[in-house]
Each structure stands twice: as C-alpha cells, then as structure tokens.
C-alpha cells in the first residue's frame, strides 16, 4: 500500500528565509504527486501537483523518484505563506483518491 | 477554484442519532466523490468512494451500514451517519472530482460531535 510521510509537523521560518517542506512517499509504480494548502479557516485547496510543473505562489516542488520525495520550496516566505500543507498522492491517474500525510503547521515569523 | 458547499458545517447530535451531511459541487458535475474523515491532529483518511448512480465502494475498517453514501446526482452527495456514537466525533470532508480537469475539489468539511 501506498504512503506519504511528513516528517515535521510543525515548522516556523521567518519571513522573506527559504522554506523546505519535506514529503516523502512510499510506491512500487508511479504515483502523482500533490501539495494541498489549508489556510486558517478555509477548506482544503490544491497548490500544485508534479504533472502540471507549476509555480503557485512562488512555491515548486520537485518529484525525486530516486530518493521517493516530492519536497515543497518556495526561496522567500512570506506572512500570508502561514498555513497548513499536505502532500498527497494518488495511484490513479484521472480518478483522485488521495493518500494524504499527517500534514505540516507552516508558521511564518514576521 | 471550483465551488463546492457542504452542509451543515458543525452539528451536535445524541447517541444513537443520525446525521446526514449533504455536498453539493455547483459549478461542475462530479462523477465521482470522495469522503473523507480527520481525527484530530491527524491526516486525512478516506472513507468512501462514490460514483454518480451506483454504490459506493468504501476502505477498510469502514463500516458501510453504518456510513450510508448516496450519490444520486451528479451534483449531490450525502453521508448519514447512523446510529451515532460518541467515537464517530469527527472532522468529514466531501471531495468531488471535476471530470475535465480531473482535479479534486473539498467542502468546507462538517465537525461533528456525538454527545
């Protein structure tokens, strides 16, 4: 069975620092790769996922198959980058039942 | 981003009670809906999938008489939680899948606690 593993469950980085937050994933064949974000008081929504190769509000993440990570980086955080993230990932491609991870507290210092 | 409400947000229900928690996509038609279930301080977990017009098929551990899926629309989900105890208080989250962009949308999720 599938798994995604956030290794930090909470993370706090001043403002305008770099931000790395980590996700690694277990699966014999080739998952797709998602990051989701849960600001404050609204719902879960998609921030990026490996097939589009996007650049959501400054933040990539990268698919390394060889070390099974799938790594969130954005180069200058900031405030409003408070949140909490998910990595996830899904065996089938068009049909999205995601496995999740246990999610990271993002605390920007100002 | 897609609009996707689900109701009610928060419900206090008794033992022994049911509570049904409605998910609606109004700005697409969803083939497919998953629910979700978050204890606190935890992932995600997934219940339930469930395709427009047919059962849902649900995960392991997931008691089906007990989480009664309904997908009788292609905008419409609904989850009743029968006979309620105190161990079914939970976070529920509705996900609809948008079938063009194939991209999975959340309710704004449904607390509830079973008193």
């Known amino acids: 069975a599938q798994r995604v593993t956030q290794p930090e469950k909470l993370l706090s980085v001043f403002k305008g620092a770099p931000v790395e937050l980590k996700c690694n994933y277990s699966y014999s064949g080739s998952p797709e790769l998602f990051w989701y974000v849960q600001y404050s008081r609204q719902r879960l929504q998609l921030l990026l996922r490996?097939?589009s190769r996007e650049s959501i509000k400054g933040f990539t993440a990268d698919l390394n198959k060889g070390e099974t990570s799938f790594h969130l980086k954005k180069p200058f955080a900031q405030e409003e980058d408070s949140a909490m993230y998910y990595c996830?990932?899904?065996?089938?491609?068009?049909?999205?039942?995601?496995?999740f991870g246990t999610g990271t507290r993002l605390t920007i210092i100002p | 981003g897609a609009v996707v409400s689900q109701h009610p947000s928060w419900v206090i229900c008794k033992s022994g009670t049911s509570v049904k928690i409605e998910c609606r996509s109004l700005d697409f038609q969803a083939t497919t809906m998953f629910w979700y279930r978050q204890f606190p301080k935890q992932s995600l977990m997934l219940m339930a999938t469930?395709?427009?017009?047919?059962?849902?098929?649900?995960e392991q551990g997931v008691e089906k008489d007990k989480f009664l899926i309904n997908h009788a629309s292609l905008t419409l989900s609904t989850l009743t939680v029968t006979s309620a105890h105190p161990e079914d208080s939970s976070f529920y989250i509705c996900?609809?899948?948008?079938?063009?962009?194939?991209?999975?949308?959340f309710g704004q999720g449904t607390r509830l606690t079973v008193v």
């Open positions: 490996h097939i």
């Open positions: 469930s395709n427009e017009g047919s059962k849902a098929t649900y």
């Open positions: 996900s609809p899948v948008d079938p063009k962009s194939t991209e999975a949308f």
């Open positions: 996830a990932l899904t065996t089938n491609f068009g049909n999205e039942k995601l496995t």
